[in-house]
């Protein structure tokens, strides 16, 4: 299965956009879709086993969200269908704590290259889209103000 379905007619998401829905697939099977996500800081990453960027940044995705996860900090990694099998990445997925995902049902993909960062914030915006790698700096700067804004009520 690829990492992205595009549904017909729906376009990438814009920073500023209201998020279009979406379903994850995660690696056991199970699903999260953006509705019960809602009032959490979700980052949405594109990667995959051959990109070298996608190496570094993943450990520290990880860390930081190992970190953050208490203040409502989500991240899924979404493995791009060209990277290997993930029954071969096992062992990988078994040590890390951000949730690995199969792939993604929605308007979201790689920007032309991985890793691809989607962000978006606790009222369901798009607050980043970008294809490149996060270094610590980049994380803080993009996700701290975000994890300080309160929750909107729910309804």
């Given at each position: 299965m690829g990492a992205a379905v595009l549904l017909l007619g729906a376009k990438q998401p814009k920073v500023g956009d209201l998020a279009p829905p979406f379903v994850v697939t995660l690696i056991d099977?199970?699903?999260?879709?953006?509705?019960?996500?809602r009032g959490q800081v979700v980052?949405?990453?594109f990667w995959a086993t051959w990109c070298g960027p996608c190496k570094?940044?993943?450990p520290l995705?990880?860390?930081?969200?190992?970190?953050?996860?208490?203040?409502?900090?989500?991240?899924y990694a979404?493995?791009?269908?060209?990277?290997?099998?993930?029954?071969?990445?096992?062992?990988?997925?078994?040590?890390?704590?951000?949730t690995p995902a199969r792939g993604i049902k929605g308007p979201y993909d790689t920007l032309g290259a991985v890793?691809?960062?989607f962000i978006i914030d606790r009222s369901g915006h798009v607050r980043y889209a970008k294809?490149?790698?996060?270094g610590l700096d980049a994380l803080n700067a993009e996700l701290v103000p975000l994890l300080k804004e309160a929750a909107p009520p729910l309804g």
């Open positions: 099977g199970s699903k999260v879709s953006s509705e019960q996500l980052v949405l990453n570094a940044e993943l995705l990880d860390a930081y969200y190992e970190l953050q996860k208490v203040h409502g900090l989500k991240v979404i493995a791009t269908e060209d990277s290997v099998p993930a029954f071969q990445l096992r062992k990988l997925f078994a040590q890390l704590h951000i890793p691809t960062n294809a490149s790698a996060f």
